[in-house]
């Protein structure tokens, strides 16, 4: 969060010492954050890995000879950014975005957004996110978070390209990876997974992969429609498995937004709610403007049955890690104790709980 402030007092023109890379990282960040169009996006985040390898003097003899523009992955409008970050100035993008975007997302829930220690819900390119595992590791601790679980999704989605139980131990690897090159730095990048729940409340996922991560959303992202008793067997199943940690968007109702609107599934809130305080799972307040799920009525009722909350990003880019604020102020709004809340804990009392 400091980074924000400090960045958006400048205006188009003012010096910028971060160098273009950030420079770019940064509008890319802002336009996620702002949920504009992703293909605006890739562009700035494109050049920005197009330049990452490449030597400084290497970049500003690109600007002297005005070729920026050959460099594969490189266009018009990144190449301005690029010119204007080499000759030390912020570019007026960048400065137009911070003025638009960089404020806080919402006017409150700012005091818990404070309290708040990580993400346990969160995507990568391996399924249907848009950026790296690195890359959504650097945000999350540019943002100030003590960890972030990776949640990609399980096999039976295929139109996010869920992960197969072999696709998914690789990736356990590249975490460790991830997390070896940099070096503590008060920051774990957690394993996790974002597991379906099936129609008979099965996990969509084997149970040996499933013991082998840190945290495990599980949420429902096929029938619907389902009828209600159904729908309520079907969570409440899923809930009562020892592995399941947090309940995801619970109802899959979608309010606004590019992919249209659809009403939530229908089940019995209340065993549903009952289940996951009886089994300490978490419910969660998905963060993504979208899905404000659970709406204010189930959230309510999820607080008076005594359960616990996780606040997630369920970010599908790095700038999108940001959206926590939009949880956040509901949770506020609901009047959520923040101790109910289990990303408000440090990870040990977290990874406790998680795999108790
Ligand atoms: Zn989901
Ligand atoms: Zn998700």
Redesign the pocket.
């Known amino acids: 969060m400091s980074e924000e402030h400090g960045v958006s007092d400048r205006g188009a023109g003012d010096s910028w010492d971060g160098g273009p890379v950030a420079a770019l990282r940064r509008i890319a960040f802002l336009l996620e954050r702002g949920r504009e169009d992703t293909y605006k996006v890739k562009a700035f985040r494109g050049a920005a890995a197009a330049l990452l390898p490449m030597p400084e003097e290497q970049v500003e003899a690109a600007v002297e000879a005005g070729t920026l523009t050959d460099l594969p992955g490189v266009g018009a409008s990144s190449a301005r950014v690029i010119e204007e970050a080499v000759r030390g100035r912020v570019p007026e993008r960048l400065a137009r975005l911070e003025e638009e975007y960089g404020g806080p997302v919402t006017a409150g829930g700012q005091d818990l957004r404070a309290a708040l220690r990580g993400d346990l819900h969160s995507h990568s390119d391996w399924s249907d996110g848009g950026s790296p595992i690195e890359e959504m590791a650097f945000t999350a601790i540019e943002l100030g978070h003590e960890y972030l679980v990776l949640t990609d ?1 399980s096999p039976r989605l295929k139109v996010a390209r869920g992960l197969s139980a072999e696709r998914l131990t690789r990736q356990l690897g590249v975490v460790d990876a991830v997390n070896e090159h940099l070096g503590g730095a008060g920051f774990t990048l957690l394993k996790g997974i ?1 597991v379906d729940i099936l129609d008979d409340g099965g996990l969509d996922q084997t149970d040996e992969l499933l013991a082998r991560l840190d945290v495990r959303v599980a ?1 429902v ?1 096929s029938k619907l429609k389902m009828d209600a008793d159904a729908m309520t067997r079907r969570m409440v199943g899923a809930i009562r498995n020892p592995r399941m940690n947090v309940l ?2 619970c109802t899959g109702r979608l309010v606004t937004g590019n992919r249209g609107t659809r009403p939530g599934s229908q089940f019995d809130a209340r065993t549903v709610f009952e289940a996951c305080a009886e089994h300490d799972v978490a419910v969660e307040i998905n963060s993504r403007p979208e899905r404000r799920d659970p709406p204010t009525k189930l959230l309510e009722l999820a607080r008076d049955t005594g359960c616990l909350f996780s606040i997630d990003s ?1 970010a599908h880019a790095p700038g999108q890690l940001d959206f926590l604020g939009y949880g956040c102020e509901r949770a506020e709004q609901a009047g959520i104790d923040p101790d109910r809340i289990v990303n408000t804990w440090p990870k040990d009392r977290l990874l406790a709980w998680a795999n108790r």
């Open positions: 999704h974002e949420s992202h995801g968007h369920d």
